[in-house]
């Protein structure tokens, strides 16, 4: 049929294989611009894998088999062309199978601690509800993309729990996170104060607060600790300690001050806003410069326009007519009459089916500097019986997966708190080496073809230049 001819020509066309490869240099600029303005995520999701990339490539594929098969019969001199061809075709298929079937993130680790867990790029929500608090079940377990698909009053994000629901109502891919200490009206949030501690050398400011769902909250200052208690709190006898409880009514507070120094001796006293308290410990005084009986930390995001040092995702629900605020790879508390929830927004956890336990982590730092030149972790992992030692150049690979070692994390001090590694599966990657292969030998053979028996021969004369057999110009010898 005619139509049916039309068809393939333009799909067989140069016109189309010109357009195509257009198409593929404006949207690889535009994703170098989101890039270099973003960040990679960014481009990968609204550019590299957008639909307009998949349909160029789906043109392309369609672009590459038309031309193939307006080629057939194949004779030897279409060696070249059909291998750089098919290459290119058994690439995009590898990359599309690493894509929606590989692995690649991360896992973080303490020293001594377990982990069997993955975290990919892709986000989800989880909510966990208990009855007594303690034993969490998960209730809703949704695989969310909130950048390509963000909530609005036409694309709802609701989340039932019991009688209520957890609405999303905004996502900012770029926010920085703000926290500030407020009082509440809930009995089961603890106190809080805001304080200066200072004396000739130490001068900081700060808040401490207990969270209502613990007994205890210690807050460690250097020289001695903060602790802020129901009561049930037993004072340490090696450390300069003032315990801090509820006072008789909402203006003051309870204190006990505890010097190492000095055991058996106790101060104790009571305070409010604007007292100040001799704690003997190296000359400080303690400044109540606020004090809140109920207290509870609201954070909150402020969105930004282009990404920061300090920026992350982040997304704002409502529950009971209340907004909070959850951060990407944070978890918020709900608590009603008579059950607890948590709802976590996190990247997404795969399972890799063994644990890996970080044993020792070392780092190796350039003379004179902190660094870090090297570093390296010790692991023992499930299934394998002697100690695993994963390096910058010596990944590990067991059962499909590679892990290799990405970065670190440490303290003010620079000392290493944590180890990451980057974990990676490429079910792709066979089809990927081989199509560049292909790639490779369908160039030699396209050019350098005299070396493989095929020469041009001279046109008869009185022949058309464009001849019907496209091909016409070269034969096999």
Known sequence: MKILEDIFDFFASIKLAVFVILSLAVISAVGTIYEARYDAEYAQKLIYHSPYMYATLGLLCINLIAVMVDRWPWKLRHTGFILAHIGIIITLIGSWVTRYYGIDGSMRFEVGQTNRFVSVPEQEMVIFASIDGQDFRAIHHAQVDF???PPSPRREYVFPLGPDDLKVLEYHHYAVRNTEIVPSEADRDGLAIRFQLINDNVNMTDWVRR????????????????VMSDGSYEPSEV????????????????YEIYRASAPGQVLRGSASAGDVIQTGWMDLEFRVLRYIPRARELVTYVPQQFPGAFTHPAIKVNFRDEDHWIGL???????IEDKAYLVRFSNKLVDIGFDITLEEFRIGRYPGTLRAASYESDVTVEGIPEVVNISMNEPLKFRGLTFYQASFEEDEVGSPTASILSVNQDPGRWLKYLGALLIVLGTIFLFYFKRFGIKKVQRPKGKAKNSEDPDAAQVAV
């Open 211 to 226: 969270d209502g769902r613990l007994p205890f909250d210690i807050s460690d200052l250097g020289p001695a600790r903060i």
């Open 147 to 149: 950048l390509l698909q």
């Open 239 to 254: 450390h300069n300690e003032m315990i801090v409880t509820r006072g008789k009514t909402d203006d003051s507070f309870d």
């Open 329 to 335: 790879n944070s978890i918020l508390r709900l608590f």
